[in-house]
């Protein structure tokens, strides 16, 4: 917990999470993915243990019916598929899933107010049925990630208001200086 509120850098916070998550979860890939509001798709955010040919080419649509991701988003609870090749919803992604090593994956939603819709997940390169012990701790961590990440969204959105603020201030001390010259 600590070591994911130690910073308002939302890159940073992001990355700590699932560094975080890596070691408590004993597992080698994880990531997260949020609403990219410029091409209204969501996207990986941050990832660890996945390729970057994986994470680059990951874009959900918000209409998707079957992705997991979001699944877990509309129901608010995690969603776990525990054999990629025997789940009937997975037969879209089932493809992306062999060629990038995992057999089996869990998502938890990050449930914020302030900043896009996201979810946790965790990948594992074997048939895994994730434990309630399992998905408890994930969840729990997952809400201590969810007001990290809020917290740094806020943080860059007030700062990015007091630099347009200070961008404006500067223009009309400009003007100001103009006119005193003329």
Known sequence: SSAVVSTLDEQLVLDRILEQVERLMAIQKCAIVALDEKQGVFRAQ????LSQHYTNRLAISPSEPFSVSLRALR???????????????FTDAR???RLEG???????????QHAQP?????????????????IELLT???????????????????????????????ALIQSLRDGLIL
């Open 75 to 89: 129901s608010g609870q995690p969603v776990q598929v525990s054999d990629t090749e025997m789940d009937e919803s």
């Open 102 to 112: 995992y057999r089996s994956l869990l998502a938890v939603p990050l449930n914020t």
């Open 140 to 170: 729990n961590f997952a809400n201590h990630a969810a007001m990290a990440i809020e917290n740094a969204t806020l943080y860059a959105r007030s700062d990015a208001r007091l630099h347009e603020q200070t961008r404006r201030l500067e």
């Open 118 to 134: 996201a979810a946790l997940l965790v990948y594992r390169p074997d048939t895994h049925i994730f434990t309630a012990q399992e």
């Open 46 to 49: 941050a990832s660890r243990g």
């Open 95 to 97: 493809s992306r899933a």
